[in-house]
């Protein structure tokens, strides 16, 4: 059985650590060289270093706070934000990173995650999947969101992802942007949907508050739609979390998550 991972997110704008609630309502969290020192000692399996301000203030990757960072981990390091070239992700990878995340440069030009994939290998390639709900019209979907979460590309988020892996992406990084930094818990049934629909790895992310809903969503998971008496449509659980809150402000560890995640049947890296 594969080990499932606890990856902590340092959502990066003008140098400093943010959390926001839905995208907006943004608050400073620290600094992110202290913080991902912390979170490397304290067990992480990996680290998620986004650039929110990137994209839509169209300015490069802070290249400077990456090498920093960098510096003081010794687990993987994903790094995104303004990557909008395979000379951006060269640039990203030289200062340190191990994979390079992708969103809205991918959604305006596709081709993007083949010539990153081309250039570095598909296991480089991390497509970041804004999505949310899409409400009326009868059955439930989401839609694709760039630029932040700021704009609506009505791209169904599950044929979207579908097409990425074919063109390259080696991994899934799934933002729920309904449940992004509201602490009730990840979007299971869109976590399930995408599992489903891809055979690369997917990183759950946005809505982390308590401890069980961090092992719930690394769990296997039930379709909640589906009619009484009908095998159970059932995804394998999500390959990784992506916590941020509960780690900044310091309501829990990643300690403290990998052994609530254990006692519940998850097999986790020690």
């Known amino acids: 059985m594969l080990a499932k991972r606890i990856i902590p997110c340092l959502d990066v704008d003008d140098g400093r650590v943010v959390k926001c609630v839905q995208f907006k309502d943004v608050r400073d ?8 020192r912390r979170y490397n000692d304290d067990g992480a399996d990996e680290l998620s ?12 990757t802070l290249l400077d706070v990456v090498r920093k960072v960098a510096a003081e981990v010794f687990i993987p390091l994903c790094v ?6 395979v000379d951006d992700m060269r640039e990203s ?27 570095y290998g598909s296991q ?19 839609t694709a969101f760039s630029h932040g979460g ?3 590309t009505g791209i169904d988020a599950v044929e979207w992802a579908i097409r990425a892996v074919e063109l390259g992406a080696g991994e899934i990084l799934l933002n729920s942007i309904d449940a992004d930094g509201t602490g009730g818990g990840y979007d ?9 629909a891809v055979p690369v790895p997917v990183i759950a992310s946005g809505g982390a508050g308590t401890l069980d809903q961090i092992a719930d969503v690394l769990l296997s998971t039930a379709s909640p739609e589906m009619p009484q008496g009908t095998a159970p449509d059932e995804a394998p659980g999500a390959d990784a979390a992506l916590v941020a809150s509960l780690l900044h402000f310091g309501k829990t560890t990643i300690s403290e998550i990998k052994k609530n995640a254990q006692a519940k049947g998850v097999c986790v890296r020690w």
């Open 188 to 196: 299971l049934e869109l976590n399930r949907r995408i599992l489903n």
């Open 124 to 142: 480089c390639v991390v497509l970041s999947i804004d999505a949310k709900r899409v409400t009326g019209g009868g059955d439930l979907r989401w």
């Open 29 to 36: 969290a620290g600094d992110p060289v202290e913080l991902a």
């Open 80 to 85: 995104g934000g303004g990557i909008r070239t």
């Open 49 to 60: 270093f986004l650039d929110i301000g990137a994209s839509y203030k169209s300015r490069a």
């Open 93 to 119: 990878m030289n200062a340190g990173a191990d994979k390079t995340v992708v969103c809205t440069s991918a959604l305006s030009r596709p081709e993007l995650l083949r010539e990153m994939a081309n250039a």
């Open 150 to 152: 700021r704009t609506d």
